[in-house]
């Protein structure tokens, strides 16, 4: 079987093709006829956490990757690429974006191919348009028994897709902050001197290609559009102070979304000519946006609220036998989270060695007493962990650290936040089952 996941980094639920009509219509055609999770969440509010999740089946404090700062070998557990290969899997990781953060050079972390087509999303951005080209391209490499990850990064800030113009009439505000005096002067110069006559930015550039052959061809703006409002002093801080902005800003959220949509079309559509027999299709974020969450809403609602969590999946299949086969139904609305990505597949590929039932996503008898969202970092105010399903959510907040142990299961003592003692029985009993009943040899 072929099992391709396009990961679409940073789309919220609320802002999804399964929330809203108008965001991602081609995306909400598709998924009509597709097996859609309506209640699926983000182990953390990172990527590499989120990754480490599907790769392992387990939650951060398991994992032990919180983001960049931890290793995705951290745990010393076998991971899901590993398990494919040893029986005759091909896979894969392409993306925009890179992993090697906290890893050994050339580790490819278990996969056939890991190709980071950029060193950096946010210095050499590479639009939805021209990562398809590259795909289409290496069209043949997706193999009869395969797992491939595809990861757009579109839809994370700063927005400058080419389809984000900065026009008076759409946005005014934001236009007018642009050209203000002091940027039409001062910063936008020195923007255009940095980008295209700084020697230094040059001799980087230049040294970037050489690692990067495909990205001079792929990235359209290296370190940045000049005509991105993002990218200049005082932008954020005029957004979270007047909501004109703020509207205006999440404006040009939309234009992302429906850019991305279009462009996942036509992946889409090259799956459905090449790819189409013996093809099942994942489609989700790997965390919500937290490019429109506010200081404020954050301090108010922490880094792992249902806006920063809370993420579209939908499984896709163009041939009529796997649809018959495994699409149990339209719109599920049981709790799930990337964790059920490890145990789904293995269930997928031999479900008499791997019988996870409950754990499986294309199995209607699937069921997460709670799914587990979890962060601690040095930088930020607190960690956190919390525990939700349909009837309740239970947030523990502790002392910041760096050690992702912290959260493995945390004391009633050293609980910051209030909570009761019957909602913190509820949190221990079922962390401390979850960490006994780990099993290194299938992911829990």
């Not at 009869?144 to 897709?161: A, M, N, V, W």
């Amino acid at each position: 079987m072929k099992i391709i996941y396009l990961l679409l980094d940073a789309i919220s639920y609320q802002h999804s093709w399964l929330s809203n009509n108008s965001y991602m219509p081609n995306l909400k055609k598709h998924s009509e006829k597709g097996m859609n999770f309506h209640n699926h969440y983000a182990v953390t509010h990172n990527t590499r956490g989120n990754l480490a999740a599907m790769f392992y089946g387990a939650s951060s404090s398991i994992t032990q990757v919180m983001g960049r700062k931890q290793s995705l070998r951290e745990s010393g557990l076998e991971s899901l690429q590993k398990k494919l290969k040893n029986i005759g899997y091909e896979t894969s990781y392409i993306g925009t974006q890179p992993l090697f953060h906290s890893e050994k050079k050339g580790d490819n972390l278990d996969f056939s191919r890991c190709i980071y087509l950029s060193p950096s999303m946010s210095d050499f951005y590479i639009p939805a348009e021209n990562f398809n080209k590259y795909i289409f391209q290496n069209k043949k490499k997706i193999q009869d028994k395969s797992l491939s990850f595809f990861h757009f990064t579109d839809c994370h800030e700063p927005y400058e897709t080419p389809d984000n113009q900065l026009d008076k009439k759409t946005f005014p505000n934001i236009h007018n902050f642009h050209y203000r005096l002091s940027n039409i002067f001062y910063r936008i110069p020195r923007k255009v001197y940095k980008n295209f006559f700084s020697y230094n930015n040059a001799k980087k550039k230049k040294e970037i290609f050489s690692l990067y052959p495909r990205l001079k061809e792929l990235c359209i703006h290296p370190f940045g559009s000049v005509n991105t409002p993002e990218r200049y002093s005082w932008f954020y801080e005029k957004v979270w102070s007047d909501r004109n902005f703020l509207y205006e800003y999440e404006k040009m959220m939309t234009v992302t979304l429906k850019y991305l949509d279009k462009h996942i079309n036509e992946t889409l559509k090259f799956i459905k000519e090449y790819h189409k027999h013996n093809t099942l299709i994942f489609i989700s974020s790997d965390h919500g946006n937290n490019g429109v969450l506010s200081p404020a809403f954050k301090l108010k609602y922490g880094l792992l609220s249902d806006a920063a969590t809370h993420i579209p999946l939908s499984l896709l299949t163009f041939d009529e036998k796997i649809k018959e086969k495994f699409f149990y139904e339209r719109n599920i609305h049981k709790f799930t989270s990337h964790t059920n990505f490890f145990k789904t597949i293995l269930n997928l590929i031999d479900n008499k060695k791997n019988k996870f039932e409950k754990e499986s996503l294309i199995s209607k008898d699937i069921e997460n007493e709670y799914v587990l969202s979890e962060l601690n970092d040095e930088r930020f105010d607190y960690g956190e962990c919390v525990i939700r399903n349909l009837n309740e959510r239970i947030s523990l907040r502790i002392k910041s650290s760096d050690n992702p142990q912290t959260l493995k299961l945390i004391e009633f003592n050293d609980i910051l936040n209030s909570i009761n003692q019957n909602d913190y029985n509820k949190y221990y009993n079922f962390k401390s089952k979850y960490n006994l009943n780990f099993d290194k040899s299938y992911g829990f």
